[in-house]
């Protein structure tokens, strides 16, 4: 697949919520914490969505304690289980529907995930023979997006991520590894591989992190002020209070929208073309 074909199916991997029935304020479950004030269970519609399904308090979401409102990103599902899986039919007119597309949405969601995590790895320089097995993926993928409820409720996901998992680590190598290599003194991979690790709180103001392997690592709370955080794999690291203030993470590798709206940072912070600034990193 061409490189900006691909890169354009991830950048256009975000909700609109104005063609959403209010999926992500009714469907998931809420627990009080400090991200949410309330307990809400799933299937239960928010106290502040409103009819036309819009949020009563967008606009002080954080000031009002539903910090987690503002973190959450469904990448698209939203829309497409209103829109296309059900056929702009909305849980509100067909009650009947409701608890079906409550279980439909996150799955949907994850399989969004999935696309966005393909697509932007066929938008890097990697071998022929990957481009060919990711391209493979995501035809796969997308054509999932258009089943019906039952068949999206019958998935093993399992499966998928998987095959997607396999793919990506093999990109996130190559990138690293070519990265790697045109550093000073060149290194073996293996010594910038951090996945899983518990860097909670850690202070590396400044440092140079290129290349290093974050997958599902925890870093809440870390200093990566004015770090250099090119060609990294977020894969699934855990950023929530991150601060990347002046940090570069314009080429780091899966890195979502969630990811980003739960850390902090501010104007210099330089992101990938697919992430939007936070509107809280400029308050």
Known sequence: MDK???????????????????LCCTALNIVASSDFPINKPAGTPCM???????????SQLRDKGFKGCTV???LGAGQVVSQVTFSGQSWRENPDIGKKMFQVFPIMEQIHEMIAYVAE??????PDDL???????????????????DSLLSLDLVMYRFSSNELLTLASDFVRGKTIEKMPGFQNIKEFNHARADW???????????????KGSYLIAADMKNTDLSAVNLIGADLRDVNFSGADLSTSMFLTQMQINSAKGDLKTTLPSHIQRPSHWIH
Do not use: P, V
Request: aromatic share 6%; net charge neutral; proline share 0%.
């Open 4 to 22: 900006e074909k691909a890169k354009t199916i991830r950048e256009s991997l975000a909700a609109d919520c104005t063609k959403c029935f209010g």
């Open 48 to 58: 502040n969505l409103q009819s036309d399904y819009s949020c009563q308090i967008h």
């Open 72 to 74: 959450f990103d469904c």
């Open 121 to 126: 790895a066929l938008s890097y320089d990697i």
């Open 131 to 149: 481009s060919d097995k990711l391209g493979k993926q995501l035809e796969e993928l997308q054509a999932l997006t258009k089943l019906d409820a």
């Open 200 to 214: 909670m709180g850690k202070k590396l103001k400044g440092k140079d992190l290129r290349a290093t392997d974050f």
